[in-house]
């Protein structure tokens, strides 16, 4: 997969991850995933918390290769 795939793909990932969070906000309802074989509520907040950790480890994991 070319790079500029990958940046196109991350960047619709992201873009998703927001309009779900943003929904989530708009209608006061949690946001549902599946972890570790478990199904887990996570506030739009905490996913937002989630979302920002797990862009700038792939972001740091990025900038040493």
């Known amino acids: 997969m070319s790079d500029s ?3 196109k793909a991350d960047a619709a990932f992201k873009i998703a991850c927001q309009t779900v969070i943003e929904r989530a ?3 006061h309802t949690e946001i549902v995933i599946w972890r570790d074989g478990k199904i887990v509520e996570l ?3 905490q996913a937002a918390a989630e979302l920002a950790t797990n ?3 792939r972001q740091s994991h990025r900038d040493v290769q």
């Open 43 to 45: 506030t739009p907040d």
């Open 5 to 7: 795939l990958i940046e």
């Open 25 to 27: 906000r708009q209608s």
């Open 55 to 57: 862009l700038a480890k």
